[in-house]
Each structure stands twice: as structure tokens, then as C-alpha cells.
């Protein structure tokens, strides 16, 4: 099923924070974030996975709430540059095999 | 290294011909994925690939869409008998293995329109 992210779009200016949220109806136990610029493939950004353990860029910060099946991603001090569409995927396999479910995505402006 | 490589680019084509998507994944990785991705909407998964395993189809909208992988390098995604609701942005995405843990590198894109 797929997980639902929110809000659907933001604007910020630049300096301000944001949080983006993805929830799942599943017991989760991994979840992965990955930005897309217009035009452009979808960049990683983090991996969550159940547990504790965390994958990613060190200016990113993220959480994982294993019992409310939820994930945030935190955006401080926005830049120009964090503009573009954010996307969680979650996945409930733990082991070799499994594909990830996209949410529809989170629409983030940045301006000046 | 050189990344995920999609071709074509664009590919425009009219309802009911047969068209076929190209991805190269990054040397070395194991899983390959497709993934669908139409105006304003988040990644539709498709299908994926894991070494020599049978392929998870599950995402697969009808049986007008099938993929291979040759070699387990290259794979192709094949649409068969193209409707306007084709029209989409078909991703390829590779990865060192399938799992939790492992990030995907995704490719341009191949952005299809039928006419």
C-alpha cells in the first residue's frame, strides 16, 4: 500500500525549516528518502531502516517511528538548492529480496 | 563511474505500435528496477530484477507490459500495443543489491508520449 506523505507542497524562504512526513498503513521496516528536481532523476537522500540504523548524507536528519509506521524528514536552514519534489519509499522486508512503495511525493519551494 | 543510462531520451509513438525502453545499470549492481512515472504523480514500481532470480512482476499494470534482463546487465521494458495512458516518464533505477539497506541510482528517464 502505498504511504502517504504530507503536506502535499510547501514554500519556504530561504533560512526557514520545514518537516515532511510519510506514514504507512504497514508495519514498516525500512524507509528510504530521495529528492527529485524538475527535469532531473530522484537523488538519495537516506535510508532508515528499522532498529535504529541510518544511511545518508550528513546534512540531512530524518526519524523513524517503528510503532506509528511514520517517517520525517527535517529540512533546517533551507537552502535555494533544496528545492524540488521529496519522495519516501517504504519497504517491510528485511532481508535480500523486496521492492520499495513510493509515496506521491512532497512538492518543496524554496525562494529568496 | 559512469551512472544509470536510459535510452531513448523521448520517444513519441502512436496508439497500438509496439515500443522498447533500454537501461544500462552501473556496472557491478544486481537489482534493477523499473518504476512509472506519470505527470505529477509519485514512482509507480513496475518491476524488479535480483541476480539470476525470477523477477518480481507484481507491479506490472497489465500483461501489455514485460521486461527482461540480458546478462544480468542490460534490461529492456517492452510495451506492447501502446494506449494514451501509457504516456509517462519510465524510470530505471539500479542498485548492489535489493534489501533495505541499499540505496538506488536512477537513470534520466525515458519520457514516452502516444499519440
Known amino acids: 500500500q502505498q504511504p502517504v506523505q504530507s503536506p502535499q507542497a510547501v514554500i519556504l524562504r530561504e533560512g526557514e525549516d520545514a518537516v515532511i512526513n510519510c506514514s504507512s498503513s504497514?508495519?514498516?521496516?525500512?524507509v528510504h528518502w530521495y529528492r527529485q528536481k524538475h527535469g532531473e532523476a530522484p537523488v538519495f537522500l537516506m535510508i532508515?531502516?528499522?532498529?535504529?540504523e541510518q544511511k545518508g548524507h550528513e546534512k540531512i536528519s530524518a526519524s523513524f517511528n517503528e510503532k506509528k509506521q511514520q517517517s520525517s524528514l527535517y529540512l533546517t536552514a533551507s537552502q535555494l538548492s533544496y528545492s524540488g519534489t521529496y519522495f519516501c519509499?517504504?519497504?517491510?522486508?528485511?532481508?535480500?529480496?523486496?521492492?520499495?512503495?513510493f509515496g506521491k511525493g512532497t512538492k518543496l519551494s524554496v525562494k529568496p | 563511474g559512469a551512472g544509470v543510462s536510459q535510452s531513448p531520451s523521448n520517444k513519441v509513438t502512436e496508439k497500438g505500435k509496439d515500443v522498447e525502453l533500454r537501461c544500462d545499470p552501473i556496472?557491478?549492481?544486481?537489482?534493477l528496477y523499473w518504476y512509472r512515472q506519470s505527470l505529477g504523480q509519485g514512482l509507480e514500481f513496475l518491476i524488479y530484477?535480483?541476480?539470476?532470480?525470477?523477477?518480481?512482476k507484481s507491479g506490472l499494470p497489465s500483461d501489455r507490459f514485460s521486461a527482461e534482463r540480458t546478462g544480468g546487465s542490460v534490461s529492456t521494458l517492452t510495451i506492447q500495443r501502446t494506449q494514451q495512458e501509457d504516456s509517462a516518464v519510465y524510470l530505471c533505477a539500479s542498485s548492489p543489491a535489493s534489501g533495505a539497506y541499499n540505496e538506488q541510482f536512477f537513470g534520466p528517464g525515458t519520457r514516452l508520449t502516444v499519440l
Open positions: 532508515l531502516l528499522k532498529g535504529g
Open positions: 530484477f535480483q541476480g539470476n532470480s525470477a523477477p518480481d
Open positions: 556496472s557491478g549492481h544486481t537489482a
Open positions: 504497514k508495519a514498516l521496516y525500512s
Open positions: 519509499g517504504t519497504g517491510d522486508f528485511g532481508g535480500s529480496q523486496g521492492n520499495l512503495i
